[in-house]
Nanobody
Framework: QVQVVESGGGLVQSGGSLRLSCTASGRTFSLYSMGWFRQAPGKEREFLAAITTVGVNTAYADSVEGRFTVSRDNAKNTVYLQMNSLKPEDTALYYC?????????????WGQGTQVTVSS
């Protein structure tokens, strides 16, 4: 079993930045591809970004490419999502996922989410 925990969410003004962090424990972190998703109220969960085991390959949704950057530090068992130029429509519950089933959008293990609110 893998435990996934997100952190770093909060309230930020439009145009601002946040960096989300995600740790995955229980198995060897470096063996897992990792992904980021979000879900806004009344909407379906949306894929944002994914990164392979050692960070060689990444994938992004069109809606965030150029504004969001996914990275990982395997020594710290942590994956990051750097979010810049945030917009009110980025407001959502952000989820981290581990263990790719189908690259890049299907994952086995999920965290509980961290809330990001962008004020206008």
């Amino acid at each position: 079993q893998v435990q996934v925990v997100e952190s770093g969410g909060g309230l930020v003004q439009s145009g601002g930045s946040l960096r989300l962090s995600c740790t995955a424990s229980g198995r060897t972190f470096s063996l897992y591809s990792m992904g980021w998703f979000r879900q806004a109220p009344g909407k379906e969960r949306e894929f944002l970004a994914a990164i392979t085991t050692v960070g060689v390959n990444t994938a992004y949704a069109d809606s965030v490419e150029g504004r969001f950057t996914v990275s990982r530090d395997n020594a710290k068992n942590t994956v990051y999502l750097q979010m810049n130029s945030l917009k009110p429509e980025d407001t959502a519950l952000y989820y981290c996922a581990a263990g790719s089933l189908t690259w890049p959008k299907e994952f086995r293990y999920w965290g509980q989410g961290t809330q990001v609110t962008v004020s206008s």
